[in-house]
Every structure is written in C-alpha cells, then in structure tokens.
Nanobody, 124 residues
C-alpha cells in the first residue's frame, strides 16, 4: 500500500509563489513516475507536471510551463511542485499521484495512487 500526503497549499495573490510537497510512504519500488494533477470546480482533473523518479525526465503542461517546476528529494521520498507567478486560473485542488511510468502522465486515469489533495487559491 502506498500513501501520498500533500502539503503547502494556501491562498496567495496573483504573481505570488507557493511550493507544494508530497510525502510518499509504503511500497513505492514499482512506481517510477510521480505527478501533480489539479482540478478546479466544474472542470476535469488535468495533469500539471510529472517526473521519472531517480532523477529522470520531467514533463510540464503548456499552461504552466515556465512558471511551475517539479522536483523530488529521493532521500526524503518527497515530491515538490514549485509554483511561481501564480494566476487566478491556477486556483484548484492539487493532487499528488503515483504511476508506473510517465508515458501518459497527463491522463487522470493512469495513476495507481492519489493523495488527498491540497487547495491552492489565487486571488487577483
């Protein structure tokens, strides 16, 4: 069983920054891809960014490219999402997810495990 626990969400004004964290525990040996998704009210869940664990490739959605950075600390089994220059349209619940591989990292049907989510609210 794998547990994913997000933290770091909050309220910020447009142009501000937040860093989300996702602590992973349990049997993660076969989960080579970690990702962030988000879901705004009335919208579908969408992939934001993903990373192959162990220092591999990263992927970022076009909507956040140049503003969001995904990273990991393997020693701490923790995934991060640094979010800069936040916009009101970034307001959503952000979820950490674990997948076997990153081939379809953006597809919300792909992850095997999900965190409970952390709310990000950006005001104009």
């Amino acid at each position: 069983h794998v547990q994913l626990v997000e933290s770091g969400g909050g309220s910020v004004q447009a142009g501000g920054s937040l860093r989300l964290s996702c602590a992973a525990s349990g049997y993660t040996a076969n989960l080579y891809c970690m990702a962030w998704f988000r879901q705004a009210p009335g919208k579908e869940r969408e992939g934001v960014a993903a990373i192959y664990t162990g220092g591999g490739s990263t992927y970022v959605a076009d909507s956040v490219k140049g503003r969001f950075t995904i990273s990991e600390d393997n020693a701490k089994n923790t995934l991060y999402l640094q979010m800069n220059t936040l916009k009101p349209e970034d307001t959503a619940m952000y979820y950490c997810a674990a997948e076997s591989y990153c081939g379809r990292w953006y597809d919300p049907l792909t992850p095997m495990y999900w965190g409970q989510g952390t709310q990000v609210t950006v005001s104009s």
